[in-house]
């Protein structure tokens, strides 16, 4: 089993920035891919951007490329997602997410095994 605990959300204003934090812990070594879904209410679930371990893949919804980064650091085990230029349609629960045992940016929530609890961000003047 694999714990993702999220950390960083908070409410900012528009053009502000956040960012925010996933631990993994547990059978760690079962993830290679690391996953941020965000959602708002009455909405889906939907993909924001997912990463690999070693770094060398990413990738970005259109509606936060240029916008967001996502990065890690191995040594503490932590997915970090840098958010800039916060929009109003930003806001919703941001989630932190983990397919078991692949190396393949998955889009879709389905796809992944492991989720955090989630953290609310509101972009709101």
């Known amino acids: 089993q694999v714990q993702l605990v999220e950390s960083g959300g908070g409410l900012v204003q528009p053009g502000g920035s956040l960012r925010l934090s996933c631990a993994a812990s547990?059978?760690?070594?079962?993830?290679?891919?690391m996953g941020w879904f965000r959602q708002a209410p009455g909405k889906e679930r939907e993909f924001v951007a997912a990463l690999t371990w070693s770094g060398s893949n990413r990738d970005y919804a259109d509606s936060v490329k240029g916008r967001f980064t996502i990065s890690r650091e191995n040594a503490k085990n932590t997915v970090y997602l840098q958010m800039n230029s916060l929009k109003p349609e930003d806001t919703a629960v941001y989630y932190c997410a983990a397919p078991r045992y692949s190396t393949s940016l998955y889009r879709r929530s389905s796809q992944y095994d492991y989720w955090g609890q989630g953290t609310q961000v509101t972009v709101s003047s």
């Open positions: 547990g059978n760690i070594y079962s993830i290679n891919v």
